[in-house]
């Protein structure tokens, strides 16, 4: 029955002038999606409206699927679209449409007519009253609710006519690409896939760093870091991972630094080399997924100590969420199982039995200077021997 969706989206709805560049983005998110579906789609934009028209037979939960991932929408709509041949063409088209959605015709319903062509021979309330009238007709088992109706009939007098009651819940957020690009801090956990989800809901484009330490760490870690950054990608779009050997870094930080500080030594590091690749691609931040007090490296004093060395801003989108609450947003974008596989990334090999929590910053910089003979050369290797994976 359906040939074409009605998106709907939220926020660009209140932009000025420049609304046009985050519908043009918005439309371009929904092409890239709708590639992964079998079948032709040509996707418009018209007077505020948003299509995705189907030129040939398609699979439509696999189309629907493929919409619920991009930001920017919260709506999809399945729309039947006909030619205005007048009300009782429409009414026969509203009539068939009823009969086929709901075969079930003991339901409540309410005609919601907006008439955005004002040359239509019937205004909004005439068109509702008179089609409510030919559908009681029809079917004599539905009611007329016009507070909390079951199914709301919606129907737009567009330079086609719009006819539809089903309105699936998109993602939300802004199209990626309209906020600019930000390289996100990738480990195999739960908390840094779901920063990255978030922070590209607002439209930021992601790049991905991660720090992988072999033999400390297996093939299969970094290999759970490329599942993980797939299943995000599949919101954010194809994602640059780039893939850091980090084991001689941690080793001498290991050989010359104090063990209760080799947590917030390392990230200090990491920082500063996830902010070189990030220049190096035009990023205009990093991307965390620290969050206040859940481990050692992520108090108050912790995060200080970390943020230091970086000139570009961080952004901590979890940072004042439970892990429960991440835990959720992990289930819903299907990152949860991969995060929770049992293989360790570099985080979790090199971890002191009693790690400080409250590193006092001119004591940690003391302490680095240990490392003054070999850090420089380290990280320049480490910089540019880094693996580039675009992961899609």
Do not use: W
Request: glycine share 6%; with cysteine; proline share 5%.
């Amino acid at each position: 029955m359906y040939k074409a969706f009605l998106i709907k989206y939220g926020e660009i709805g209140v932009k000025g002038k420049n609304r046009y560049l985050f519908e043009d983005a918005l439309v371009r998110q929904i092409r890239f999606a709708l590639e992964k579906v079998e079948g032709e789609f040509v996707v418009s934009k018209e007077n505020g409206r948003i299509y995705a028209t189907a030129q040939t037979e398609f699979d439509y939960d696999e189309a629907v699927e493929a919409l619920k991932t991009v930001f920017g929408i919260i709506g999809i709509c399945p729309v039947v679209q006909i030619e205005d041949n007048g009300f009782d063409d429409l009414a026969e088209h509203v009539i068939k449409y009823i009969d086929e959605a709901y075969p079930d015709k003991n339901v409540t319903f309410k005609v919601d007519a907006r008439r955005a062509r004002k040359n239509y021979p019937m205004n909004s309330m005439e068109i509702n009253m008179e089609m409510g009238g030919r559908i009681l007709d029809a079917f004599p088992e539905m009611k007329v609710d016009v507070h909390k109706p079951q199914v709301l009939l919606q129907i737009e007098i567009r330079k086609h006519i719009n006819i539809y009651s089903i309105e699936i819940p998109g993602p939300g957020g802004m199209p990626i690409g309209i906020a600019g690009k930000a390289m996100l801090l990738l480990s195999g956990g739960i908390d840094s896939p779901v920063a990255g989800y978030m922070v590209a809901k607002r439209g930021v484009q992601i790049e991905a760093t991660y720090f992988h330490a072999p033999p400390y760490t297996s093939e299969r870690a970094k290999q759970k870091v490329v599942d993980l950054a797939r299943l995000v990608s599949k919101y954010a779009g194809p994602i640059t991972l780039n893939v850091v050997n980090f084991t001689d870094i941690q080793l001498a930080i290991y050989e010359k630094c104090p063990h209760d500080e080799l947590t917030i030594i390392m990230r200090r590091y990491m920082m500063k080399i996830a902010e070189e690749l990030g220049k190096e691609s035009k990023c205009m931040g990093l991307v965390t997924g620290e969050s206040i007090g859940q481990v050692a490296s992520q108090t108050m004093q912790s995060l200080y100590c970390t943020n230091e060395v970086c000139t570009m801003p961080v952004y901590r989108p979890v940072i004042g969420f439970d892990k429960q609450e991440i835990i959720d947003i992990s289930e819903k974008i299907g990152t949860y199982e991969t995060s929770i596989q049992p293989f360790e990334d570099c985080c979790t090999i090199f971890v002191a039995k009693h790690p400080v929590t409250k590193p006092n910053l001119n004591i940690i910089k003391q302490h680095e200077h240990n490392l003054d003979d070999v850090i420089d050369e380290l990280m320049k290797t480490a910089i540019e021997t880094t693996e580039k994976i675009v992961v899609k």
